[in-house]
């Protein structure tokens, strides 16, 4: 892999873990389940007009905009207002890597080789680190296992997606967004109510909503389009087995500029716990000489949007 593609790939995991920042400064504004459909209507209007629809069996685009869409950032978006912080929800959502590796064994029958299973062991025991510190934290253990259904829910869009096997993964990823908007809106209207809604908007007409709209955008045009299109490039040229190790700088980076933007100091054992997860997600979804995972936790045809 050439220093300039390993570059675009770094580029692209501090893209994908700033857009943490940006979604904390959206949900200053706007409630979770509001957010989240705003962004996937921000980028479903241009999907629809210029973006083919991939030649795919319509139940796994639909499966694929459940699980990595609805269900993946309704449950992120609701842990971040509820408390979880933006520097650990970046390395909670990692669960989806081992979320992944164990479905695709239980519901495709893909091998779970000895490697994989400990890597899992190892990322689930980091996750009980993290998840013990936030038993003492003001918002409880709540925002961390709503964080943990978000991995779990991008985990079922990751099979979702391997099933629908799209000859053109960027496509996919694209129109997977069509399918959130309606529902997350529907919820939206049950859950935070006319009133909160109309609230939220009337106040995003106000200077003080900018940080929430420049949120939104960058998580739209950045983190999306910008960084999934350099990813799915770098994907279709080497074994993802390879690039995909790349996404543990994810974490790193959003714990890193919570810290530095948002004040979020992370416990030494959340840090211990971190470092037990990324360690446990790289040696499960990587083979000795680079060679791909057969339950690879980031598959060619997974494309992140936005993280």
């Given at each position: ?17 700033a ?14 389940f ?14 629809i007009?210029f973006?083919?629809r991939p030649?795919?069996?319509?139940r ?16 992120l978006?609701?842990a ?5 912080p933006?520097?650990l929800?970046?390395l909670?959502l990692?669960s989806s890597?081992p979320?992944?590796v164990?479905?695709?064994?239980v519901?495709?029958?893909?091998r779970?080789?000895?490697r ?15 998840g ?22 991008w985990?079922f869009g990751?099979?979702?997606s391997?099933l ?8 996919l990823?694209?129109?997977?967004t069509?399918?959130?908007p ?6 939206s ?20 909503a ?6 939104l955008?960058y998580?739209?045009?950045?983190a999306?389009?910008v960084g ?8 279709a040229?080497h074994p993802?087995?390879t690039?995909a190790?790349?996404?543990m ?8 500029l ?12 959340e840090?211990?716990?971190?470092a ?6 790289l ?12 339950a ?10 936005g993280?």
């Amino acid at each position: 892999m050439p220093i300039r593609h390993r570059l675009l790939a770094v580029v692209v995991a501090v893209l994908w873990g700033a857009n943490f920042v940006a979604i904390h400064a959206s949900l200053e504004i706007f409630p979770p389940f509001l957010c989240s459909a705003l962004r996937f209507t921000l980028m479903a209007i241009p999907t629809i007009l210029f973006v083919p629809r991939p030649q795919v069996p319509t139940r796994w685009l639909v499966g694929y905009g459940i699980g990595f869409g609805i269900l993946q950032f309704a449950f992120l978006y609701l842990a971040m207002d509820a408390g979880m912080p933006t520097g650990l929800a970046s390395l909670v959502l990692q669960s989806s890597a081992p979320f992944t590796v164990v479905l695709g064994a239980v519901l495709l029958g893909e091998r779970l080789s000895g490697r994989a299973a400990s890597g899992v062991a190892v990322a689930a025991l980091g996750m009980a680190v993290v998840g013990s510190q936030r038993l003492d934290a003001e918002a409880g253990l709540l925002p961390f296992v709503l964080t943990l259904m978000a991995g779990l829910g991008w985990a079922f869009g990751n099979l979702a997606s391997r099933l629908a096997a799209a000859p053109k993964p960027l496509h996919l990823t694209m129109w997977m967004t069509v399918i959130p908007p309606v529902p997350m809106l529907v919820l939206s209207l049950l859950v935070e109510g006319p009133e909160r809604i109309g609230t939220a908007l009337a106040d995003s007409l106000s200077t003080a909503a900018i940080p929430a709209w420049l949120g939104l955008a960058y998580t739209t045009v950045l983190a999306t389009l910008v960084g999934s299109g350099i990813w799915t490039w770098l994907m279709a040229r080497h074994p993802s087995g390879t690039v995909a190790p790349f996404s543990m700088l994810v974490p790193v980076t959003g714990l890193a500029l919570a810290w530095l933007l948002l004040d979020e100091v992370p416990a030494p054992l959340e840090l211990v716990g971190g470092a037990l997860v990324v360690g446990g997600v790289l040696w499960a979804s990587t083979r000795r000489h680079s060679a791909p995972l057969a339950a690879d936790p980031v598959p060619d045809a997974a494309v992140p949007v936005g993280r």
